[in-house]
């Protein structure tokens, strides 16, 4: 048997969220390995950034502005898509995200958090009801909604692959951040009961379960302003057994593993972790 390499040739991918660090970084490999990439996004110029690093460097992609949680958006930016570039084969649901209001301000409930109210403290009674419907809406419905919207031409031809993105907190929970993990278990959960779901029409359904990545979303959580780790940080890096966080490139290899049929055509149903052992540490 000779090896293989990642041939995507006149595939066309959607990678939703696709503006942000991590999806951009995937869009950019998918389109070096021959697809042909929409990258959807809720911002446009974020989307259009994006696909012209992707096109100066000699590739092909498109920036489409996108609300995953409004299906009429969806379906506009599928005929867009579909005009412009053909019909997609591979989905990439990297749309998702943590919100404030889906957050304790402490890792624990502490007796004397119930006797007092202290100006800034959100233990878990206080949790806002909205905080936690956008957050478990942006990552579930955000990736149940584009699959209905794009796998449906998939479904109709036989063949398609679908990769959503899960989060090391599907495994072990973090502290405060009761929303997000539940969302991200959701996510793995659903990528299952999809892989078996669409196990007939062709279409096989993966997730990468990444660790702790520096986005956006999280630098300021997890850095101090000159770069140093902030508390939290430390406690992330002291449990990942590799010593560090990960690049976006880590990413790739698995990514592109689980899109290629020659490497990966038996291959369903799971959610791989890349999180340099941050799953696998028991902390001891």
């Known amino acids: 048997m000779k090896s293989f ?5 006149d ?4 990678v939703t969220g696709g503006g942000g660090v ?3 970084t995937i869009a950019a490999a998918l389109a070096d ?11 446009q110029e974020a989307a259009d950034a994006a696909a012209q690093q992707i096109n100066e460097t000699g590739g092909t992609a498109l ?3 996108c609300n995953v949680l409004d299906k009429d958006s969806l379906e506009a930016a599928r005929q867009s898509i579909e005009d412009q570039l053909g019909t997609p084969t591979i989905l990439v649901n990297g749309a998702g995200g943590n919100h404030p209001k889906g ?7 502490l007796p004397e958090d119930l ?3 202290l100006e800034g ?10 905080g936690i419907e956008f957050v478990f809406n942006l990552n579930f419905l955000g990736t149940l909604l584009p699959t209905q919207v794009f796998a449906r031409a998939m479904a109709e031809s036989g063949k398609g692959t679908i990769l959503n993105i899960s989060s090391m907190n599907a495994f072990t929970p973090l502290t405060k951040i009761p929303a997000y993990s539940g969302a991200k278990a959701a996510i793995s959960n659903f990528t299952q009961w999809l892989a078996v779901h669409f196990s007939k029409v062709g279409i096989r359904v993966n997730a990468i379960a990444p660790g702790f990545f520096l986005t956006d979303q999280n630098r300021s959580l997890l850095t101090n302003p000159d770069g140093s780790l902030t508390e939290r940080g430390q406690t992330i890096i002291s449990h990942t057994p590799m010593g560090r966080y990960g690049n976006p490139e880590d990413l790739l290899g698995t990514v592109l593993w689980l899109l290629s049929e020659e490497a990966a055509g038996f291959v369903t149903g799971t959610v791989i972790p890349v999180d340099g052992g941050f799953s696998a540490f028991s902390g001891v």
């Open 5 to 9: 390499q990642v041939d995507l040739k």
């Open 11 to 14: 595939r066309v991918a959607v």
């Open 22 to 24: 991590l999806c951009s």
């Open 33 to 43: 390995a021959g697809a042909k990439v929409a990258i959807a996004d809720l911002r």
């Open 63 to 65: 920036g489409i502005a």
């Open 103 to 109: 957050t304790t301000s402490k890792p624990y409930l």
């Open 115 to 117: 006797k007092q109210e």
């Open 121 to 130: 403290l959100t233990t878990f009674f206080d949790l806002d009801p909205k």
